[in-house]
């Protein structure tokens, strides 16, 4: 028993390593992430304050309608944008890890202008790029929303309610990464004469028949998220009002400095190196695994959208567009 601990514990020590290196070399990268997302954030809230203004000083129908019509504009067009933008982001860090995993290191300068060609040179067009990304979690929260119907029935017990939402909370956590997880399948299987559909659905496929090594991180990475999101806030939150005084302005300002710093703990320390932790645990999972075919049609009868992506992976593959133009990054 003592043996299994230290071997667990040297496992815990070796992947954190890892983990950490990934995240201090690709720091700027990091950042410049977090800084987009706040850039977004406060934009998009500067334009509906500016529609929300013209409504209350026009005080007509009309300067309502244009305001309402302009605010649902914002709020979409944002929504694609960062997306978008948000997503390439995404991509190229998951090739970055990718990169580590095989090499055991990181480009040291130039990690945007390699994110970018790796994404490229892997998926071709940004737009097969986001299809792929929303018929996965499309696929995913099928599979998901089954697994919590299936285990509907807590509900009725005592305290059941409870113990539904921490399963909840726990399959959020072991799914939030998967798309990224199947991004770094399709990365590292560059090479390969199979299309980017049939790595995608044998990368979910695999990602299913590794989930107890992959629960295991999900499980970590769930108490981390809670501390860090919850926690955090609250013990922060209460030292502020003991601090200052609960009928103080300033408290109020004080909480919000609190929220966005941990904000800023979650964006740029948290996530990163959960994304890195879940994509490591999972390359590791897979190493000498074959995409089951049994469970492959079992997780298809759950979702439509996995269907989709397995019929797909048998179409011919559309050539590639490769050129510089696709994606902003």
Same mark, same amino acid.
């Not at 390593?17 to 410049?32: A, E, H, L, Q």
């Not at 970018?116 to 018929?135: E, F």
């Not at 926690?231 to 300033?250: E, K, R, Y």
């Given at each position: 028993?003592?043996?299994?601990?230290?071997?667990?514990?040297? &496992?815990?020590?070796?992947?954190?390593?890892?983990?950490?290196?990934?995240?201090?070399?690709? +720091?700027?990268?990091?950042?410049?992430?977090?800084?987009?997302?706040?850039?977004?954030?406060?934009?998009?809230?500067?334009?509906?304050?500016?529609?929300?203004?013209?409504?209350?000083?026009?005080?007509?129908?009309?300067?309502?309608?244009?305001?309402?019509?302009?605010?649902?504009?914002?709020?979409?067009?944002?929504?694609?944008?960062?997306?978008?933008?948000?997503?390439?982001?995404?991509? /190229?860090?998951?090739?970055?890890?990718?990169?580590?995993?095989?090499?055991?290191?990181?480009?040291?300068?130039?990690?945007?202008?390699?994110?970018?060609?790796?994404?490229?040179?892997?998926? /071709?067009?940004?737009?097969?790029?986001?299809?792929?990304?929303?018929?996965?979690?499309?696929?995913?929260?099928?599979?998901?929303?089954?697994?919590?119907?299936?285990?509907?029935?807590?509900?009725?017990?005592?305290?059941?309610?409870?113990?539904?939402?921490?399963?909840? =909370?726990?399959?959020?956590?072991?799914?939030?990464?998967?798309?990224?997880?199947?991004?770094?399948?399709?990365?590292?299987?560059?090479?390969?004469?199979?299309?980017?559909?049939?790595?995608?659905?044998?990368?979910?496929?695999?990602?299913?028949?590794?989930?107890? &090594?992959?629960?295991?991180?999900?499980?970590?990475?769930?108490?981390?998220?809670?501390?860090?999101?919850?926690?955090?806030? +609250?013990?922060?939150?209460?030292?502020?009002?003991?601090?200052?005084?609960?009928?103080?302005?300033?408290?109020?300002?004080?909480?919000?400095?609190?929220?966005?710093?941990?904000?800023?703990?979650?964006?740029?320390?948290?996530?990163? =190196?959960?994304?890195?932790?879940?994509?490591?645990?999972?390359?590791?999972?897979?190493? &000498?695994?074959?995409?089951?075919?049994?469970?492959?049609?079992?997780?298809?009868?759950?979702?439509?959208?996995?269907?989709?992506?397995?019929?797909?992976?048998? &179409?011919?593959?559309?050539?590639?567009?490769?050129?510089?133009?696709?994606?902003?990054?």
């Amino acid at each position: 028993m003592f043996c299994m601990a230290t071997k667990k514990v040297k &496992e815990v020590r070796v992947i954190f390593k890892r983990v950490k290196d990934i995240w201090s070399k690709t +720091f700027g990268f990091t950042i410049v992430r977090a800084a987009w997302s706040l850039v977004y954030g406060l934009v998009k809230i500067l334009l509906i304050l500016l529609f929300l203004w013209l409504i209350v000083k026009t005080k007509n129908v009309a300067g309502l309608i244009i305001g309402l019509i302009g605010i649902g504009i914002v709020l979409g067009i944002s929504k694609l944008f960062h997306r978008y933008i948000g997503y390439m982001l995404k991509l /190229g860090y998951v090739a970055l890890i990718v990169e580590y995993q095989q090499t055991g290191s990181l480009p040291k300068e130039g990690q945007f202008a390699y994110a970018k060609n790796k994404v490229i040179g892997n998926l /071709g067009s940004s737009s097969i790029a986001a299809l792929l990304d929303q018929l996965i979690s499309g696929a995913v929260n099928q599979v998901t929303n089954f697994l919590v119907r299936a285990m509907s029935f807590l509900e009725k017990l005592p305290g059941g309610n409870f113990v539904l939402s921490l399963v909840k =909370m726990f399959l959020k956590a072991a799914t939030t990464f998967i798309d990224e997880s199947v991004m770094s399948y399709i990365f590292i299987n560059t090479k390969s004469d199979k299309s980017k559909w049939k790595l995608a659905y044998e990368g979910i496929v695999l990602y299913g028949q590794s989930w107890k &090594e992959i629960a295991k991180t999900a499980a970590s990475a769930s108490l981390i998220t809670i501390l860090v999101r919850y926690v955090l806030a +609250f013990i922060l939150g209460i030292i502020a009002i003991s601090s200052i005084g609960f009928g103080s302005v300033a408290v109020y300002i004080v909480i919000g400095l609190m929220l966005l710093v941990i904000y800023a703990i979650e964006d740029i320390v948290v996530e990163p =190196m959960l994304t890195a932790s879940m994509i490591l645990t999972y390359q590791d999972a897979i190493k &000498e695994k074959t995409p089951s075919t049994a469970l492959a049609d079992k997780l298809s009868k759950f979702s439509s959208k996995l269907r989709k992506i397995s019929q797909k992976a048998d &179409e011919p593959e559309e050539v590639p567009v490769t050129g510089g133009a696709g994606l902003g990054m």
